[in-house]
């Protein structure tokens, strides 16, 4: 079936550690998105994705990074510089790179620091 | 990004009651979407709307477009329980850049049987 990937669905990091949160999708879209979901702050854009081998920044970058070699694939890195951290990380994609259309949403990363 | 202001941020209501939120913007909007949010998961698709005054209808669930484009209105009649959950509405505001839609912040929905 077609649809976004997330893993790992939990995740567990000690305070100053990286850690990577993947993404993948095979419903051949250009565009693709990471967002940061906090209860009651809805949805928070950290990065987004036209086309492969380019990104822009997002609302919230600072403390994060991304890479899109492939079309397939989007995923982020939580650094240690990321004040943060524990919340919910949501990918999604589009077929309209514009953004004025339909994202379709992976099933989240919860990412918890102790 | 701005931040839709969307209202209610909670409701609580009894299993066959009506529901009713909207989203209002300081920007005039070309689009708007309405997204629910199971627990634990990603957001889906409800409803979207292109067009200023347009209303829309899926099952149980009515969207209607403003007339000035700075605002959106969700409506659920005869709730049921699987209605629980996080009602989103989203857009990309005229004139931002391009690839990105701005959320509400969400209405969290419980229904009680």
């Known amino acids: 079936d077609g649809g976004i990937t997330q893993s790992p669905k939990y995740l567990f990091r000690k305070e100053g550690q990286n850690v990577t949160l993947s993404c993948e999708q095979n419903l051949n879209h250009d565009a693709m998105y990471w967002y940061r979901q906090d209860p009651g702050q809805g949805l928070r854009l950290i990065y987004y994705?036209?086309?492969?081998?380019?990104?822009q920044k997002g609302d919230i970058a600072e403390g994060y990074s991304v890479s899109r070699e492939k079309k397939e694939s989007f995923p982020l890195t939580v650094t240690s510089a990321q004040k943060n951290p524990t919340a919910f990380y949501l990918c999604a994609s589009s077929a309209d790179p514009r953004g004025t259309g339909e994202l379709f949403f992976g099933e989240g990363s919860r990412l918890t620091v102790l | 990004g701005q931040q839709l202001n969307q209202s209610p941020q909670s409701m609580f209501i009894q299993e066959g009651e009506d529901v009713s939120m909207n989203c209002t913007s300081s920007?005039?909007?070309?689009?708007w979407l309405w997204y629910k949010q199971d627990p634990g998961e990603g957001p889906v698709l409800l409803i979207a709307l292109y067009k200023a005054g347009e209303l829309t209808s899926n099952g149980r669930l009515t969207a209607q477009f403003g007339i000035t484009r700075k605002d959106s209105f969700l409506n659920i009649s005869a709730s049921i329980p699987s209605d629980v959950g996080i009602y989103f509405c989203a857009g990309p505001p005229r004139g931002s850049t391009l690839g990105r839609l701005d959320f509400g912040r969400g209405t969290q929905l419980t229904v009680w049987p």
């Open positions: 994705s036209q086309i492969v081998n380019d990104f």
């Open positions: 920007s005039i909007f070309n689009t």
